[in-house]
């Protein structure tokens, strides 16, 4: 004999623990409330209303629980630059690629309101001489218009004698906290013996560390 399969549906207001304590409500409108400890080991420590739409439909992401590295942007040079010799000069970087918050703008990252915290920072900086020459290349980020103190954030290379170095990527990064409104910008210069000093290929990029 075939036997027929009945779908079956469970109801309830609330889920208590073997002690009676509860351990989630809902208010039958698609709104649950989690009763579990908050500092428990290997417990769940949501409170509140669960991102969840009635009837089962919504979606609970790393975003809407604030764990996105945002703000986030990416931007690259559009063309080479030239700067003068042996000048710290910020680089000029005409293609954002991407920029989550609006908030690269004019060669400048700028933190936006309600998004102070610690940020991790690249930039990348090709420079080229149009000559054979002993060239110094440095590489840097600049926080609120000051060069940034920090070992990783400053790179200077001797590109060696004549001939040997004519095209060097150099590449700088750091983390730094930071407040609202303030700014950081990626500077490079090259101080060439002879030639014409470039900047041929750059890009910078930044995000909000979780």
């Known amino acids: 004999k075939r036997r027929s399969i009945m779908a079956s549906t469970i109801q309830v207001d609330t889920i208590k623990d073997i002690g009676g304590n509860t351990i989630i409500s809902s208010n039958g409108s698609g709104t649950f ?28 992401t790393f975003a809407a629980a604030g764990l996105a590295n945002t703000p986030s942007f990416f931007a690259r040079s559009s063309s080479s630059q030239t700067p003068s010799n042996n000048t710290s000069t910020l680089v000029v970087l005409g293609t954002e690629v991407f920029d989550t918050d609006s908030a690269f703008a004019s060669n400048t990252f700028t933190v936006p309101s309600g998004k102070a915290g610690k940020y991790f920072f690249q930039g990348n900086v090709r420079t080229r001489n149009t000559s054979d ?4 290349a440095y590489v840097n980020l600049f926080l609120n218009g000051s060069s940034v103190p920090n070992n990783m954030a400053e790179i200077e290379v001797d590109m060696g004698s ?30 060439v013996g002879s ?9 910078f990029m930044g995000y909000k560390l979780i």
């Open 33 to 60: 409330t989690s009763n579990l400890p908050a500092s428990a080991p290997n417990v769940s420590i949501a409170t509140g209303t669960l991102p969840i739409a009635n009837g089962g439909t919504g979606a609970a």
């Open 133 to 136: 020459s002993n060239d110094v």
């Open 162 to 191: 004549s001939g040997k170095f004519r095209n060097y990527t150099q590449q700088v990064s750091t983390i730094l906290d930071l407040s609202v409104g303030n700014t950081v910008q990626l500077y490079a210069k090259l101080n």
């Open 195 to 203: 030639g014409t000093p470039l900047f041929d290929v750059s890009n």
